[in-house]
């Protein structure tokens, strides 16, 4: 089944810098790669989403880029606040088969 | 409009209790899935539900988990003869259509603690 690593678990930024996750995962069937971000005492939500058929896409601050060949996937997050501090979720789904999620990285955006 | 509800928002118990956790998902949303999430670590799927078909419960973890979707609507998680390992957050999800690719819109959780 697939398997999604997620780095760093951890990260710190000065606000104003730009942040990077990265994710890799193991079903090259794999097909739909979202990002979800968790504020403390709240369910996750979706705050970008990549297919496939599209190497990078952008909304605002936040872009993800999609490597379907070294399997790895990354979310970028420019000129960073302070309300961005929170948990970022990446996950990868392949057909009807659940989304599979990476253990998450906190990031800390330091005034 | 109303998002995904959950109920309780905590619950504490005692090892050998049965507990029930409630999902109230966005109205008209078709799919419903559940998520627990330890301390430190990702979601881990436990059981979804899509419209008319039968649900995939090939996530959870043991027979004593289980869970119901009533009327297509709300439903509930029941844990029977909990552990102190089934200490975590379950999260409820609903997505507006069958299938992949969808968005799921989560609920708040419930934090269940067992003593």
């Known amino acids: 089944g697939e398997n999604v690593e997620q780095h760093p678990s951890t990260l710190s930024v000065q606000e104003g810098d730009s942040a990077v996750i990265k994710c890799t995962y193991s079903d090259s069937a794999s097909n739909y790669f979202p990002w979800y971000k968790q504020e403390l005492g709240k369910g996750p939500q979706l705050i970008i989403d990549?297919?496939?058929?599209?190497g990078e896409k952008k909304d605002q601050r936040i872009a993800v880029t999609l490597n379907k060949t070294a399997k790895h996937f990354s979310l970028h997050i420019t000129e960073t606040q302070p309300e961005d501090s929170a948990v970022y979720f990446c996950a990868a789904e392949s057909g009807n088969t659940p989304l599979v999620f990476g253990k998450g990285t906190r990031l800390s955006v330091i005034a | 409009g109303a998002g995904v509800s959950q109920s309780p928002s905590n619950k504490v118990t005692e090892k050998g209790k049965d507990v029930e956790l409630r999902c109230d998902p966005i109205?008209?949303?078709?799919?419903l899935y559940w998520y627990r999430q330890s301390l430190g670590q990702g979601l881990e799927f436990l059981i979804y539900?899509?419209?008319?078909?039968?649900?995939?419960k090939s996530g959870l973890p043991s027979d004593r988990f289980s869970a119901e979707r009533t009327g297509g609507s709300v439903s509930t998680l029941t844990i029977q003869r909990t552990q102190q390992e089934d200490s975590a957050v379950y999260l409820c999800?609903?997505?507006?259509?069958?299938?992949?690719?969808?968005?799921?819109?989560f609920g708040p959780g419930t934090r269940l603690l067992v003593l």
């Open positions: 539900f899509q419209g008319n078909s039968a649900p995939d």
């Open positions: 990549i297919r496939s058929n599209v």
């Open positions: 109205s008209g949303h078709t799919a």
């Open positions: 999800a609903s997505s507006p259509l069958d299938g992949a690719q969808e968005t799921q819109y």
